[in-house]
């Protein structure tokens, strides 16, 4: 799977600013990717991309209309559909990360093949990997992982990716989910893979490497998330991490989704993928910690990220607030 | 997914006895299930069942035609597809373990179709799992976890399940690959579901149940291995096992399949195990070791057996010699 770009965004309807978080993403780590916006009458969001028709976003080199909006409860509506076509017709793949599939539309399947385009719906893996072999490969991995879903690890990835890209390091960022999937025109939504083939779809999107190489994998749910542990599992063994970074907001009152559930502590969290992480890689390590402080104050952020550094002994930041450098750092160092 | 029973056993044209091992597991474990068994001329293989013409075995009551041996080159061949064909037309289900699907062939879907008849591959989900949801289920649960692939846990389950049975506990083995589900008559192949759904598809076939009530889930993988533990995982955490056994071959010289990974230590599994265990059931805790000793001299297994007792102080038995009462005796000890 890798998509063309680059991307005209398509905003559709999207009911206030958050709707459209995929486009705000893909705008915020790729702004060279994106073309264009494309909103309906109704759109309450704005990536202050310009707004673009489809004929000028063709006209413009667009090759991939991304639709960076949920839909409204799951529906795509006939007002989607006639500007999907229009963006066919005009030479552009379509990519989605919506549970609804572009397959799934008789027309736009159609229009597609009429027109020599491709719907990707990235959610949903379309070639099958192999099973894991865990044999060591050439090249450096840095792997986020975290205290509960939705903490921070692609961000958090994405953020250190930018960096070591800045720094001049030799860098990819390695997408597991649909989101950045979108944002990086490549990887596999690893929760979406047949149970067998977690780790080997890992292994297959992170090949060998030259010695001086980073792939950055964004992490997926926690080792600590009762209903998905064996993705993080699968996931971390895949990786055969060589540098870890554990991501952490520390608001939570229980784990994502499942209220009987608490959250681990740092210490107890870091022991445990680093066990995990050892199976495959026994040189792996922790470089880092990213705090995810938006529900907290300036002062009380730091005093947190103060103790948490204290306690663990290692660069702790909000990458929002701070940057990743130090972590980078760490990383960088740890490897020489 | 629910087969009808009873079953005619097919061993078509197995090359050896190994060749029709599912047969002879079905009809080791329920030699009630199955009224005959039907073999094409150059069968090796004999599960000690009467043979059968399709003819017969429908007016001796057969409900569904069990493939109980392994295709040559994963190539299911013209002879195999009349009979089948024929078992459909005198109204039997067929069901399968293979890799290749029955579905996948049109002759056979026709057929099926036309006499209203159901083709079972087992190995593939044919419903959707819910996201596990980590609550506490009613009724008591035993799980079989391994130090590697392929060492014993379906046959310690059944082994526990039976004696459980004989001792007129109230109890259910819950299959959760297609060789389990071919001996039961249901379960999941969790190594094909979803990713995101190994947990959630374990907490549907072993629901609440009354407080008296045993489940005994069969175990996949192992915790250490490279390819697989994201599966174990999950099914771990999804069976909020009670009661925990574990299963070892002591010849084994590296991970099956991966050369380059050592076992584990009895101790270091276990330990591994609990931890896993207990984040969706605090109490878990081991009631046995299950070590099978095929490969080893009676004395030889018997010395291994005591060192291996004495270390972790819990009944350590071969199945297959001994039996699993001191397991189910500890157990049901550790649970009152």
Same mark, same amino acid.
């Given at each position: ?38 909103? +309906? #009458? ?6 202050? +991309?310009? $707004? ?8 413009? !080199?667009?090759?991939? +209309? ?12 006939? #007002?989607?559909?006639?500007?999907? %076509? ?6 552009? $793949? @379509?990519?989605? !990360?919506?549970? &609804?599939?572009? &397959?799934?539309?008789? #027309? +736009?399947? #159609?229009? *597609?093949?009429?027109?020599?385009? %491709?719907?990707? $719906?990235?959610?949903?893996?379309? /070639? ?5 072999? !865990? %044999? ?28 070591? &890209? *800045? ?5 990819? =960022? ?11 025109? &490549? ?40 209903? =998905? ?5 699968? @996931? ?58 938006? /529900? ?41």
């Amino acid at each position: 799977m890798e998509l063309q770009k680059p991307y005209l965004l398509f905003l559709g309807d999207a009911a206030d600013p958050l709707a459209a978080k995929v486009a705000q993403g893909i705008k915020q780590w790729h702004p060279e990717y994106c073309v264009g916006q494309f909103r +309906l #009458e109704s759109c309450q969001a704005d990536c202050g +991309l310009e $707004d673009m028709t489809i004929e000028a976003a063709a006209k413009a !080199g667009a090759k991939t +209309l991304v639709i960076g909006v949920a839909n409204r409860g799951g529906i795509i509506s006939e #007002e989607w559909i006639s500007v999907l %076509k229009e963006a066919l017709e005009a030479g552009m $793949d @379509l990519a989605s !990360g919506l549970h &609804n599939r572009l &397959n799934d539309i008789p #027309e +736009l399947v #159609e229009v *597609a093949n009429r027109a020599g385009r %491709k719907l990707f $719906d990235v959610r949903y893996p379309t /070639q099958s990997y192999p099973v894991a072999n !865990g %044999k060591k490969r050439s090249g450096k991995r840095l792997l986020t992982v975290g205290t509960d879903c939705s903490v921070g690890k692609m961000y958090t990835s994405l953020a250190i990716e930018k960096e070591m &890209n *800045a720094q001049g390091i030799n860098v990819d =960022f390695r997408a597991t989910g649909q989101t950045g999937i979108l944002i990086s025109g &490549n990887g596999v939504s690893v929760d979406c893979v047949v149970a067998d083939f977690i780790a080997g779809a890992i292994e297959a999107i992170s090949p060998d490497n030259t010695d001086d190489h980073w792939d950055i994998l964004e992490g997926q749910g926690s080792l600590f998330h009762p209903s =998905f542990a064996g993705v993080t599992t699968g @996931l971390i063994h895949g990786s055969q991490a060589d540098a870890l970074v554990l991501c952490h907001e520390p608001t939570r009152t229980h784990m994502r989704g499942v209220p009987e559930y608490s959250l681990p502590s740092i210490q107890e969290c870091m022991a445990a993928n680093l066990a995990t992480a050892r199976l495959t890689n026994p040189a792996a390590h922790f470089v880092g910690i990213s705090v995810n402080t938006s /529900q907290l104050e300036e002062a009380e952020a730091l005093a947190l990220m103060d103790k948490i550094e204290t306690e663990t002994g290692l660069p702790t930041v909000d990458p929002f607030r701070q940057g990743v450098s130090r972590i980078v750092e760490c990383a960088v160092r740890e490897d020489a």
